[in-house]
């Protein structure tokens, strides 16, 4: 166990459609990752936070925003979905910036 | 354009043996460097990290070699055990945005038979 907790594990829903992702971070850590598992890529960095404000951005369509919150858990936001953002979607946290990072077991997303 | 490459989808060992898993990496600015195990139906689990300034980091029955003039590392598994079958990623660290951006190879899935 990890101690990030992901939520929800699986998450169907139809195109067109939004859905918000939870994460709640290990006790400590102040960083947030989101990253995108899609079936033909490994794994996409995506976003992180820092003890609230965002520090950096990697391929994230305009489509998805997220944020950390003051208890420091962290939402992704998913909008206009799309067949191809059907993925697995990893939280990871970290005590610092930098360094190891410690991953959720993700959220599965599949849209019909 | 794939920064950290892992150019063996699959791996299969005989317990007991040794196992090899390699990535080569591209950017010169990426200074740590990490092994992540993955099972399925789980997320990543972080294996072992391995600074620039290092060549050899050890801990327990992995061991990760860094080769900065080839930009090449691995991770040694010995000896290799049935539950250590699964899917391994490198990833890199980019050292220079201050951050903890993290750039991951494809995966190499290891199957160590009894």
């Known amino acids: 166990d990890s101690g990030v907790t992901q939520t929800p594990k699986h998450l169907i829903t139809a195109t067109g459609q939004r859905v918000t992702l939870r994460c709640s971070p290990r006790s400590g850590d102040l960083s947030v990752y989101w990253y995108q598992q899609s079936l033909d890529q490994g794994l996409q960095f995506l976003i992180q936070y820092y003890n609230g404000e965002e520090r950096a951005k990697g391929n994230i369509l305009e489509r998805f925003s997220a944020q950390q919150f003051p208890d420091l858990h962290s939402e992704l936001n998913l909008s206009s979905l799309e067949l191809g953002d059907s993925a697995l979607y990893f939280c990871a946290s970290s005590v610092s910036g930098i360094g190891p990072q410690h991953f959720g077991d993700g959220t599965r997303l599949s849209i019909l | 354009d794939q920064q950290v490459k892992q150019n063996s989808p699959s791996l299969s060992v005989q317990e007991g043996r040794i196992s090899i898993l390699n990535c080569d990496y591209t950017?010169?600015?990426?200074?740590?460097f990490l092994w992540y195990k993955k099972y399925p139906a789980e997320g990543p689990t972080f294996l072992i990290s391995i600074s620039s300034i290092k060549d050899k980091n050890e801990d327990g029955r992995f061991t990760v070699f860094l080769n900065k003039s080839a930009k090449h590392l691995s991770l040694h598994i010995v000896p290799s055990q049935p539950g250590d079958s699964a899917v391994y990623f490198c990833?890199?660290?980019?050292?220079?945005?201050?951050?903890?951006?993290?750039?991951f190879g494809q995966g190499t899935t290891l199957q160590v038979k009894p």
């Open positions: 950017n010169s600015m990426f200074d740590y």
């Open positions: 990833a890199a660290e980019d050292g220079s945005g201050n951050t903890g951006k993290l750039i």
